[in-house]
């Protein structure tokens, strides 16, 4: 619980500055681009959508400070609504019909939305546990959920709840103390990263529970990761942010081995969130590093990395990003 709270404490304390909304990128790519501020509570009191909103592709952004999740049209990053409610959100995902799952960490449940929708359509408990991340498997429909830790502290796990429903059967596995992000890849196989601790030292650890086991196996990697800033399968290989050097890394999986491949830096990035890659676009949730910057969202070329494209600013802490595509 010492790392997960620690990172929350620094968000805290830096993030000041309101909701901005956005526009469109100006300049040459590369250029980061400022937004300038609206306040969308005033005029839009409770959870509101725009009526297009149901017909376009969109990007949720969940803000665990403010207690809201953001949505923009995408990739155009026009504000089309915002949905209300919830005690720190942390991340959010998505299965292939379109639907929106937000992992509502101090509630202890997950509050699934449809695609332009304003009101949970389901409530998924997870009592005892404070959910951190999710990802929907496209292969069965079922909803796993990473447990940071149990309310009093202790150890998390992962929960699979079957077609996103019901009572979930649980995993675990000694080397990891924090569970913080998951993701299936096309073949039903989930990766985890979180933290573990050791003689009261921290370290990054990655683990898959392959599809039909029944337990998890711990991933060796040839890539030293300071801190875990989201996971991501894509195609052929696995990203891993590392939220503490501002870089995404890309694995190449052998039996319980992950070798490096190349890697993402992302300019003034600042601590890394659980990011969303969407075809040659990664959407980083971050804790800009300028003091006159303060939470934003950016987009990045991917995987070439570098300065942002575009950026969404003013959030108090933006920690998880993901698109909703309306095919």
Not at 127 to 134: F, N
Request: proline share 6%.
């Amino acid at each position: 619980m010492k790392s997960l709270d620690f990172l929350h404490t620094v968000l805290a304390v830096s993030a000041t500055v309101g909701l901005a909304g956005c526009q469109a990128p100006q300049g040459a790519p590369g250029r980061v681009t400022q937004s300038r501020p609206i306040v969308t509570e005033a005029l839009h009191p409770g959870p509101w959508m725009l009526p297009e909103a149901k017909s376009e592709d969109l990007l949720y952004i969940s803000d665990s400070l403010a207690g809201n999740v953001y949505v923009y049209a995408y990739p155009a990053g026009k504000l089309v609504g915002t949905l209300t409610g919830f005690q720190s959100p942390e991340g959010d995902c998505v299965d292939k019909s379109g639907d929106v799952f937000v992992a509502n960490y101090a509630a202890q449940n997950i509050l699934e939305y449809a695609h332009g929708g304003t009101s949970p359509i389901a409530t998924i408990t997870d009592p005892y546990y404070s959910p951190e991340d999710c990802s929907v498997d496209s292969t069965t429909g079922n909803l796993a959920v990473t447990n940071a830790s149990t309310i009093s502290g202790y150890p998390g796990n992962v929960a699979i709840y079957a077609d996103a429903r019901g009572t979930p059967a649980q995993y675990f596995d000694d080397s990891i103390y924090l569970y913080r992000y998951c993701v299936y890849d096309h073949q039903g196989n989930l990766w985890i990263d979180g933290n573990g601790f050791t003689r009261h030292k921290e370290y990054f650890a990655l683990a898959e529970l392959s599809s039909g086991s029944d337990r998890l196996s711990i991933i060796k990697l040839n890539q030293h990761v300071a801190a875990p800033g989201g996971v991501q399968w894509a195609r052929t290989y696995l990203a891993v942010g590392d939220a503490d050097k501002d870089l995404i890394y890309q694995f190449a999986i052998k039996g319980r081995t992950g070798t490096k491949t190349g890697e993402t830096p992302l300019d003034a990035s600042g601590p890394t969130g659980q990011f969303w890659i969407q075809a040659k676009t990664v959407i980083v949730p971050n804790l800009d590093k300028d003091s006159k910057q303060k939470g934003r969202v950016g987009f990045y070329s991917y995987p070439r990395g570098g300065a942002a494209i575009k950026t969404i600013n003013g959030f108090k802490s933006p920690d998880g990003v993901t698109v909703s595509l309306t095919e």
